[in-house]
């Protein structure tokens, strides 16, 4: 995602729900926020109220002093597309929850991919058309699709939380866990996260003190 954003290109990225889509992005964004301005938005909102979130992220100051209420979306186009940015850094607006696509929507992305490079995060579920009328639409390559970790991940993942956490899993029910989850990566938090409660619930009162997730 770094490489295709460094060489100036969008980026349509996808997955199934719980996968970690948002939360790659907003990582990338935190290591790249010195010289990157990463601007998120969700896409499903009205569109005039997605018009509205991106002034306002965009152009906090002007927003202060121009205000957006009862401002039409076409006013809001208008001046994302033409006003002066602030600041130095390279603007990514990052739209979530791409979950369907009419023509005015896409009509909008082409409307901030030529001004902006776009981050758009899709769900799995957005029909094979759509997903390539996006990548037109944006002039990205064909969609990053994140999946399940590796079953040597998932159990490397569990064995770091028994060590960290003091669970004293042995191999066999790390493995076993690792399995019932699949790779799925909010099966595994939820699965350390219930046997920290589980703990917590046991020992409560007793001054054991357990390290938070």
């Known amino acids: 995602m770094r490489a295709e954003l460094e060489a100036g290109r969008s980026v349509v990225l996808t997955g199934i729900w719980g996968i970690g889509r948002t939360a790659l992005a907003k990582r990338v964004a935190e290591e790249m926020t010195r010289e990157w301005l990463f601007v998120f938005v969700d896409f ?9 979130d ?5 152009f906090p100051g002007a927003q202060e002093r121009l205000g957006t209420e009862g401002r039409s979306a076409k006013w809001m186009r208008y001046r994302i597309s ?4 602030e600041g130095r850094r390279r603007h ?8 369907r ?6 009509d909008a992305i082409r409307r901030l991919r030529e001004r902006f490079q776009v981050l758009a995060v899709t769900e799995a579920f957005l029909p094979e058309e ?7 639409a944006l002039w990205a390559r064909r969609p990053l699709r994140l999946g399940h970790l590796s079953e040597a991940a998932t159990v490397a993942f569990f064995a770091e939380c028994s060590r960290h956490h003091g669970f004293g899993w042995g191999e066999g029910e790390v493995r076993g866990l690792a399995q019932a989850v699949n790779g799925f ?26 390290k938070e997730w």
């Open 92 to 99: 990514v607006v990052v739209l979530d929850n791409v979950a």
């Open 44 to 52: 499903e909102r009205p569109p005039g109220q997605v018009w509205r």
């Open 130 to 136: 759509a997903s390539t009328a996006l990548c037109a």
């Open 185 to 210: 990566p909010l099966g595994m938090r939820e699965a350390v996260a219930a046997e920290l409660r589980r703990r917590a619930t046991v020992r409560n009162g007793s001054g054991f003190w357990l």
């Open 54 to 58: 991106l002034f306002s992220a965009i």
């Open 101 to 106: 696509l009419t023509a005015p929507r896409l």
């Open 82 to 85: 033409n006003r002066r940015l």
